[in-house]
């Protein structure tokens, strides 16, 4: 069964960092996908960033320059490190895993940026 386990989030001031941490167990990890997505209230879930097996990572162009995603394919772990964070990044963050048609999602971790 695959478990993808979302840590790191929390409250803190505009222009601070955070970084969320997603381990995963159950599956191949360094065949998937991986990456996160963001909901914020009242709005649709969004990609975030995501990193194939091979080659650099992708991201959303609202945060371009601030986050940087890798992972980790012997600790089967992938990290998001968010800087100068805005109010607006403030969200519920969720991991993914993708291989082939197969997505699977942890439980979310919530991020609140004060302004």
């Known amino acids: 069964q695959v478990q993808l386990v979302e840590s790191g989030g929390g409250l803190v001031q505009s222009g601070g960092s955070l970084t969320l941490s997603c381990a995963a167990s159950?599956?191949?990890?360094?065949?998937?996908?991986m990456g996160w997505y963001r909901q914020a209230p009242g709005k649709e879930r969004e990609l975030v960033a995501r990193?194939?097996?091979?080659?650099?990572?992708d991201y959303a162009d609202s945060v371009k320059d601030r986050f940087t995603l890798f992972r980790d394919n012997k600790q089967d772990t992938v990290y998001l490190q968010m800087n100068n964070l805005k109010p607006e990044d403030t969200a519920v963050y969720y991991c993914?895993?993708?291989?082939?048609?197969?997505?699977?999602w942890g439980q979310g971790t919530q991020v609140t940026v004060s302004s």
């Open positions: 159950g599956m191949s990890f360094s065949v998937h996908v």
């Open positions: 990193i194939a097996p091979v080659g650099g990572p």
């Open positions: 993914y895993a993708q291989f082939s048609d197969r997505r699977h």
